[in-house]
């Protein structure tokens, strides 16, 4: 692809006006918005309303003009992102936090079956807090095992399968229909973990019938670092599981400040504590964004940007780990390299941010909304010349940093 | 009390210039910051700097730049506040998640007794997530008696002593010493709740002994609504106590994307997920504040302020549940009142805004800090008039809203 090329695209790209939407940084390509996605422009006065107005003047009011309901109506405008119910989905806490109640919850539902499953090398969290989530289960264990043997892994033991959609290293993307139902099948509850697909590619939850699934909303969707996560629990769930973070915020009446807990009807039962507001209010902002927006295109635009890098890769013979079908992924682009690291440092410098991920993944973001082909063209070509060149070998580029 | 006295005070007091740092709306005394604390005239500027500059501008890198640190750094900050050592705070998720994890925690620590005591009509909360978190631990359970009963059911079965320090509805204070003392001599661990006591009393955790605590951040502290909770782990209890909720951001080497979680060394462990950082900017700027107040200028501030309400209520007749002693309260003052409902809602018509607290209790909290001694005897004043002329009886101040 020349440069005219890539600018033909920009020219008839139906999302081409969401760009002006965006405060990116001058001399920046950003390639790490599935990581921490960009600043929309209307976030700023947001969150100066909140702050200002409604918590400096209306104070305690707010609660009642809006701060009380604001979980579940962000929740809603989340759901026709994921193929949920606008009642289905609900947000604040932590992924984390959420995939820890999921578990439980399913786990404690389920409760001839013992066994969570998951994928060795999936997102650390969702390990780490499966692990956490078993030992709160009498009996409970955790079965971690390749993606290769998964499917044989499922068993009349398996109370839940918990699969992240898409892998945050490789980008591959599991089939939802065909894996809900291989665990529907083997009569397990499906927990889909979609930090790394929501607002990346078209979602279906009802479609494929999942019971579960979590995800967090600073990646793709742009909320603002460490924003609040969603939880989507399936309607015909709503009823049968409880969190075992059974909060105040989560009580049927918490205004009758009752000393017995007694779960909330429909989704409010997983809110446990105080909603952390500002954040809410600038993860509302970025939501409205998506309103209007097409994620068919945007899944097609994901793929063009893909193609450009993947051309780039290929003409330098990297090792690309992301699938090249567009079905089989998400929205971002992997390349292994034994020099992974210092490759990505030498492309930060020189305005190209992508990110590294041991031990030797250069992860290129690819957001639809805030990327032009152009920006990707020429991202690619950054690319072609630091290894060509071997600048990637000059030592400034060998320190690693904590966070990349 | 005259307004000229009261005057006066404000002439003497050394607190007297803090109420400039706070924005606070026209006509209106609030007496409700130990609900919702005010905006301090920092905040603003302080999230137009982490949303403008350090998301937007430096995106990824502002990890790098003071984000992955800010739940220690915000902690330390917290520390002098409440008598704990700089490395054994840290803020992140809410008061009920980090009860949660240090009730599952300190129940697993103390594997041979089962029992988690408590009081009725606790804050809410505290009961119900001691209930989830019982349910997280074979073999316990949650007893809950009345606050003249707990010393009797401290016993050889008791594992945690779960206490509010001061009493959300009353006001009243447990003494933290000797609480903790009879807790210890039990072969308990003593965790406190420090949500209404935290900037409104002297705090000395480590003076007391004690070995958990945790805290709310949004009322007496100024954080914002629903900002960042904190968490305080006695140092000798660090190495030994785990975090139910084992999530990411707590493991030892987040960055190694190990599938095996390991706790992280020290305060860190009690992290899980993503922190949300616009909240966290918020509550750091609100704590800054706090950097050269003296907390026995506080209390002495507070209990004059509640002298001028007590005086107030005493000429009406009013049935004050609040401790009459300061060393046995907290920084509110609480009538019982069959109409408490339309008082508090006439007073709020007023512009005194105070809370109600089901089903007969009128809540005014008193903020030392942006409470001058004229703002509250005009409140008492206006106290008076609303019930002396049974303004109260108004229709319109029947309704009741979600949240007061």
Same mark, same amino acid.
């Given at each position: 692809?020349?440069l ?23 001399g920046?390509i ?5 990581s921490? +996605? *960009?600043?929309? !422009?209307?976030?700023?006065? $947001?969150?100066?309303d909140? %702050? ?6 209306? @104070?305690?009011?707010?609660w009642?003009e809006g701060w009380?309901?604001a979980p ?15 009642d289905?989905?609900?947000i ?6 959420h995939l ?29 807090i499966a692990e956490?989530?078993v030992?709160?289960?009498p +009996? *409970?264990?955790? !079965?971690v095992v390749a993606? $290769?043997?998964?499917?044989? %892994?499922?068993?009349?033991d398996t109370?839940? @399968? ?21 665990a ?5 509850l ?7 697909s ?8 009802n ?5 579960l699934a979590v ?5 793709y ?11 989507y ?5 709503q009823?049968?599981? *409880? ?8 009580h ?8 017995a807990?007694r779960?909330a009807?429909g989704?409010?039962r997983?809110?446990?504590?105080t909603?952390a507001?500002?954040?809410t209010?600038?993860?509302e902002?970025?939501?409205?964004l998506?309103a209007?927006i097409?994620?068919?295109a945007?899944?097609?635009?994901s ?11 290929d ?11 567009p ?5 971002h682009i ?5 020099h992974?690291?210092?490759i ?23 957001t639809?909304?805030y990327l032009?082909?152009?920006d ?5 070509e950054?690319?072609?010349?630091i290894?060509?060149?071997?600048e ?6 060998s320190?690693?940093?904590a966070?990349?």
């Amino acid at each position: 692809m020349t440069l005219d090329e890539a600018r033909a695209l920009d020219a008839a790209d139906p999302l081409a006006a969401y760009r002006a939407q965006f405060a990116l940084p001058e001399g920046v390509i950003y390639l790490d918005g599935n990581s921490l +996605g *960009a600043l929309p !422009k209307a976030t700023p006065a $947001a969150l100066a309303d909140v %702050a200002t107005r409604q918590w400096g003047d209306r @104070l305690i009011r707010s609660w009642n003009e809006g701060w009380i309901d604001a979980p579940q109506r962000i929740g809603a405008k989340i759901a026709p992102l994921i193929g949920a119910a606008a009642d289905e989905v609900i947000i604040g806490d932590t992924t984390s936090t959420h995939l820890f109640k999921a578990l439980v919850a399913a786990l404690r539902a389920n409760p001839d079956r013992h066994t969570v499953l998951s994928e060795a090398g999936n997102f650390p969290t969702d390990l780490h807090i499966a692990e956490g989530a078993v030992a709160c289960v009498p +009996g *409970a264990r955790l !079965k971690v095992v390749a993606r $290769a043997d998964l499917a044989e %892994a499922l068993d009349e033991d398996t109370a839940v @399968l918990l699969l992240t959609h898409v892998h945050y290293k490789t980008g591959e993307r599991f089939d939802m229909t065909a894996w809900t139902a291989r665990a529907h099948d083997a009569g397990a509850l499906m927990l889909w973990d979609l930090s790394h697909s929501v607002g990346a590619v078209p979602i279906d939850l009802n479609g494929a019938d999942a019971d579960l699934a979590v995800g967090c909303t600073y990646k793709y969707l742009n909320g603002g670092p460490g924003a609040p996560a969603f939880i989507y629990v399936a309607t015909r769930w709503q009823d049968r599981l *409880a969190s075992p973070l059974s909060g105040w915020m989560g009580h049927a009446a918490p205004f009758a400040f009752e000393d017995a807990y007694r779960p909330a009807p429909g989704m409010k039962r997983w809110l446990a504590g105080t909603p952390a507001m500002l954040s809410t209010a600038a993860l509302e902002t970025a939501l409205d964004l998506w309103a209007d927006i097409d994620q068919h295109a945007v899944a097609a635009k994901s793929a063009r940007l893909f193609d450009i890098l993947a051309a780039a890769g290929d003409a330098l013979g990297l090792d690309c780990v992301s699938p090249r079908d567009p079905a089989q992924r998400g929205s971002h682009i992997s390349f292994r390299h034994p020099h992974a690291h210092a490759i990505t440092q030498a492309l930060i410098a020189h305005g190209v941010i992508g990110d590294f991920r041991d031990p030797d993944i250069l992860r290129l973001g690819l957001t639809p909304l805030y990327l032009s082909h152009e920006d990707v063209w020429c991202a690619g070509e950054m690319l072609k010349k630091i290894v060509e060149t071997g600048e990637w070998q000059n030592p400034q580029y060998s320190e690693r940093l904590a966070v990349t």
